[in-house]
């Protein structure tokens, strides 16, 4: 059973665009909401998480919003950049567990 | 400096042969995961460690094991791979104050394993 559901499976957008990644759970037990980023070869590193008592996070270019009562979470990139291409998971954790989105494969076309 | 170490990086085994893989960190997290990830997947967790406790998930295949002889180094053993079995196994850390208070894993790079 996948705990998180994530869309869209790929994504292309041009340089200066707005990438946005959606995900979705169900376990009402889930602690934090994290986005992870992931580089061919590498393995995934944080880009940037949130509580569910706070609707909406920014970090630079990043931004997190959070809807809880859909159980609804969602990544905003804004200016796209070609070095944003990468593979972006979301996850969701409760205690040590953490659960991971399919995960969005964005190109961004210079 | 890598915080998160696995070795080998790339690893070739026949159908049946036994494989292991290791890991190592530097950041002394009492907490250590490993996930296996296949193309175009999400990380699965096989299983984790909170210090010496070991906790499988409940779909983890027999043939799937793990040793953690200290803090710092986890292994995990595949007794006889199978083609399906080839994948991206990744290993990770977290505290408890990371998983509290930031939600963060920290990731080795993975060790990517061909079955033939």
């Known amino acids: 059973q996948q705990q998180v559901k994530q869309s869209p499976q790929s994504l292309i957008v041009q340089k200066g665009g707005i990438s946005i990644i959606n995900c979705a759970y169900e376990n009402t037990a889930f602690d934090y909401f994290p986005w992870y980023q992931q580089f061919p070869g590498k393995g995934p590193a944080l880009l940037i998480a949130i509580r569910p008592d706070v609707s909406e996070k920014k970090e630079g270019r990043f931004t997190i919003s959070f809807n809880k009562s859909a159980k609804q979470f969602s990544l905003h990139i804004m200016d796209s950049q070609p070095g944003d291409s990468a593979t972006y998971f979301c996850?969701?954790?409760?205690?040590?567990?953490?659960?991971f989105g399919t995960g969005t494969s964005l190109t961004v076309i210079p | 400096d890598a915080m998160v170490i696995q070795n080998p990086r790339y690893q070739v085994t026949q159908f049946g042969k036994p494989v292991t893989l290791s890991c190592s960190q530097t950041?002394?997290?009492?907490?250590m995961y490993w996930y296996q990830q296949k193309s175009s997947q999400a990380p699965k967790l096989l299983f984790h460690?909170?210090?010496?406790?070991?906790?499988n998930e409940a779909d983890t295949p027999d043939n799937f094991q793990s040793r953690r002889p200290n803090t710092s180094f986890c292994f995990l053993d595949i007794r006889s791979p199978g083609l399906g079995d080839a994948a991206m196994y990744l290993c990770?850390?977290?505290?408890?104050?990371?998983?509290?208070?930031?939600?963060?894993?920290?990731f080795g790079e993975g060790s990517r394993l061909t079955v033939l």
């Open positions: 990770a850390t977290s505290s408890d104050w990371g998983v509290f208070n930031t939600g963060e894993l920290f």
């Open positions: 460690y909170y210090d010496k406790d070991f906790n």
């Open positions: 996850a969701a954790n409760t205690g040590n567990q953490f659960y």
């Open positions: 950041l002394n997290h009492n907490v």
